[in-house]
């Protein structure tokens, strides 16, 4: 989910005067803010299902900038759009680098080495606002239900959809203003009997994205989720929704009573969404319309002028207050509960737990908000020149970039110096040979170091056939990475077993080493043996993955191998060696 803010995204137009409120604030649009937040979090944190609130921001971040930028051609204001993605930017950016920096940290502290990598890369890719396209490549499961093993970054991904909307919006927004302007001058010529206005053009330009995109996203919701979840291009309805909205609020003028209706049931369909609805592997397609509909209900109903009104719940000050801190609070809680998760060793929270989780989100969101992101955004020297906006966009950026850039040159050190080891002291499998018995190589690395385990699988090209079909059901499906014939000594053994790495202490003396590296001349152990003999068991894993998901302790012997197009992975467990 998202909850960017922009200049506008806060339920803030236009000031109206230093220490005050801006002349059109919306309490009950800030408050409604606060309830998505607190939906997001609440189901993240012990529902472990989608609620919707991703899309309820996307529509009233859309809603709110289009608000802004109508008002701002109707006042014959020009645009500076340079100026305009630099603010955001400066608003956005240094929130966001902070929590980045305490994911890096808690990275170090409560993740095994082996998902390093993979942090650092979605370090860049959630500073450049790619995190989306990063996690749709990867066809991550957003709804696993283990959160434990899921990337401290993985939240990002809305907040990158939100910062490329964000660059596209104003670019509509001039595109329209330049149209209506033609449109003006040559409204003889064009036949037209009235002049267009800008509203109207606007409606057109996002009612057409709107029918576009929400038709591709039903399409890719419903023959590829796992990817549509994060594309931008099945969410820009979402947006195109909250931009029409805004252009039809001064149309929309319903009675005390409807709005008292509509207020209420908007607020009851929102926070039943997830509920009642089975939202897994659904979205973003058309169920996400009854959460954005919701939301829209809620803002059409407005100050109903009533004390029965949702507004009066929506305006509620402590509400209001959070939902000034919104952002912050969806940019900590996914990592502090995942790095919670996994420095506890469990797979869900407690209600208790869950309560602390989500007391110290609150607490830090607060904090950056107080001493990070308001004293910044109201920093009058970058408000000067554009140029001293720019250094202060670089700056965020080389405070994140430093730290991550020095971590992966010393995991690729790290890696290089173990692969470079004279072959004496990496044996590999011919350690297990008895004539190895009793000779230590105590100055031998460990291959793979941890940071490389993820490369270690096979390339695999489909199922196993002929001769390579296991007789063991319990390898049933097993797939192979060559074709049967292709003698290749690099290959052989991965087509007839799967590949399998072995980390840890193998004996009394003896370093850890790499079992089915691809290296024949090292040997190989059936994988029957190895299974019988560790007592491990099988894990699903989707077809053609070669990642795993969870990462191991130290100091035990972890297996990897591709044993099946749907059951695929060996968890890491079991005792200690000797």
Known sequence: MSIARTESASGRVREAGPGRRKSTFRPEVQGLRALAVLMVVTYHVWLGRVSGGVDIFLLISAFLLTLSFVRRVEAGKSFNLLSHWLHLLKRLLPAAVVVLLGILAGTWLFLPQSRWPDVLDQAWASLLYRQNWLLADTAVDYYAQDHSGASPLQHFWSLSIQGQVFILWPLIFAGAALVWRLLRRYRRRLFLRADVSYRLVMLVAFAGIFIASLIFSIEQTATNQAYAYFDTRTRLWEFALGS???????????????????GWAGLAAMVSCGLLLTVDRSFPGYVALWPTLAAAAIIVAGQSGSRFGVDRLLSWKP?????????????WHWPVLVLALAGAGIESPTLVQG????????????????FVEKPLREWHWPQLRAWRTAVVIAACCAVLAGPVAV????????????????????????????????????????????AAMKNEWADIDGLCTDANVPSDPLLAGCLQNTRPGDRHEENRGAGRFPRATVHGRLGPGRQG?????????????????????????????????RRLRHGAPAGRRVHRCVADPIAGTLRNGGSRLP
């Open 513 to 545: 080493t790499r079992l089915g590296s691809g290296d024949a001349a090292q040997g190989q152990l059936p994988l029957r043996r190895r299974i019988v003999r560790t007592g491990r068991s099988l894990q699903c894993l989707q077809p053609g993955k």
């Open 355 to 370: 309560l602390c989780i989500v007391a110290a989100s609150i607490a830090l969101a607060v904090l950056t908000t107080r």
């Open 319 to 331: 509400l209001v207050a959070l939902g000034d801190n919104s952002y912050a609070l969806y940019l």
């Open 407 to 450: 971590w992966q040159t010393s995991l690729t050190a790290e890696e290089a110096a173990a692969a470079a080891q004279p072959r004496e002291l990496t044996p590999g499998a011919a350690s297990l040979a008895p004539e190895y018995a009793g000779k230590p190589t105590p100055e031998g690395r460990i291959i793979p170091v941890p």
């Open 244 to 262: 029409l909205l805004a252009l039809a609020m001064p149309y929309l003028k319903p009675g005390k009573v409807l709005r008292i209706v509509l």
